[in-house]
């Protein structure tokens, strides 16, 4: 499995992946200066895993400016409170800074010392990637982390298959958008790279059909297949007004546009060859190449006070590998529990979900029948006795999920069949088969008579710490604990006794 992904990767970026348009910009090779973000190493060669470079700043974290945590995101992890964090700016780094919707990188940060600190997340501020470090101790982070010193930067290799994740997905969603927005005149409004291995998606401006999809996803193969070229283009940002960014209701600034808090004077520009150009300062993949996307055929729609859109939920590289490996397993996992092979899992479960629809119906009806027989029985032994109330309670066995129905069908039957002024107080139990302390029994009371049901189920509550209520002829309970014949049973019998004497 892990050598099937490890294959999909290209190992190195191509020169001509990053391009300087601008004839002024440079990349600072001041050492004591930190290159902007938007010509970081990782946008420059996002292939690269590893580099040596210098520490320009390094502070304890401030509360106010402490890395939001954001739920489900494994670079977030917190740091205990009493774990300080450190806040590192340096002149260059392969750890990509949130932005564009990509998260942020995880990594490491080696010190000449030997030691190793772990870069739980990157974040712009302005135009400067700071990394979030944890240090056991401030001070002796910042005895190590000096400015000026030399350290590496690396992605490990659990974070650069993160980034490899996040890359496919990414430039997969520009793909996306591009035939989307070039063939269908369908605009992306906002787009989730979400954690790993859930779908990501693109938020629409309509819901989409499936042969809509189907033929999107075939065009955007075809690309893929022909393995078209990625490259990015930097140029300085000039004074002339940025077009406008769409903006959400949230306020979030979606679609192709600069962020409005962007000042690191870096214009970035990523190009598929021939199908798109956006504006973008995420890692890109160098090529289409191994990235075929799976769109999952179905649109889901949003409707949002005025305005409706629709999510559709897009996979590819290596996500792509672990859905189909999940989904596979649980479709054979499914076929083991149906004793079927897994193309004849649909129509298996379509003839389970018939035969329970049938059964189901068949115990209500055969329910409906024994509640008439023992009502009958009560009945019976109630005919000949000269009483004048007649007390009786039956207790039953039942697994039922609503033992308190089929008691409940047993007084309507008794109901229909007993004469208007015959007197009775009856008294129906069901406990599960099996029972442990926290086992649910319940009681039905049921009588000729209001005026014995309530001081009934009173006396049930006071004795057996039954919890119920009921209304006129009927009162529910329900018992916690292990029902026993010689026991349960026989308060029930007295409280019957108290009230037919
Ligand atoms: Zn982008």
Sequence with gaps: MAAAVITLYPTVTPPSYHRIVSPTLKIPADTQRPIPVGLLACQR????????????????????????VKKGKKASATAPADQPTLEIILHDTVIFPEGGGQPS??????????????????????????????????????????????????????????????????????????????????????????????????????????EEILAMQSEANKFVFEGRKVHVEVQEMDDKPQPAVPVLESGRAVGKGVPTDYTGGIMRTVIIDGVDRSPCCGTHLPTLHNLQLFIIPQTESLSRSATTSARLYFLAGPRLITYLTSTHSQLTAAATTLSCGTPQVPDRIGQVVDERKRAEKRVDDLEFELAKHVARDVWQEM???????????????????????????????????????????????????????????????????????????????????????????????????????????????????????
């Excluded at 039957?413 to 442990?436: D, G, K, M, V």
Aim: include cysteine; charge should be negative; charged fraction near 20%.
């Design 45 to 68: 060669d996002p292939l690269l895993r590893e580099l040596e470079t210098s520490i320009i700043s390094c502070t304890i974290s401030q509360p106010a400016s402490f890395p939001s």
């Design 383 to 501: 005919m000949p006795s000269e009483s004048v109330l007649f007390v009786k309670h039956v207790h039953r066995t039942d697994d039922s999920v609503n033992p308190l129905g089929f008691l409940s069908a047993i007084t309507t039957a008794f109901a229909n069949i007993i004469p208007a002024e015959r007197s009775f107080l009856l008294i129906f139990s069901s406990s599960p088969s099996s029972q442990t302390s926290s086992s649910a029994s319940v009681l039905l009371v049921f009588g000729s008579d209001e005026k014995d049901v309530k001081p009934a189920g009173d006396l049930l509550k006071g004795k057996l710490n039954v919890k119920g209520g009921g209304k006129g002829t009927r009162w529910s309970g329900k018992f916690i604990g292990v029902w026993r014949e010689g026991r349960e049973d026989a308060v029930v019998s007295e409280v019957l006794t108290a009230i037919s004497t």
């Design 105 to 210: 990188d995880t990594g490491i940060i080696k010190t000449a010392d030997g030691r190793t600190w772990t870069v739980t997340q990157a974040k712009r501020h302005g135009g400067h990637a700071v990394h979030y470090v944890w240090a056991d101790q401030t001070e002796d982070g910042l005895a190590s982390l000096t400015p000026g010193t030399n350290v590496i930067v690396a992605l490990g290799e659990l974070d650069f298959d993160r980034r490899y994740d996040h890359m496919s997905m990414h430039t997969s969603q520009h793909l996306l958008s591009a035939v989307l927005e070039n063939r269908l005149n369908i605009h992306t409004l906002s787009w989730s790279l979400t954690a790993a291995p859930a779908p990501c998606y693109v938020e629409l401006a309509r819901s989409m059909t499936t």
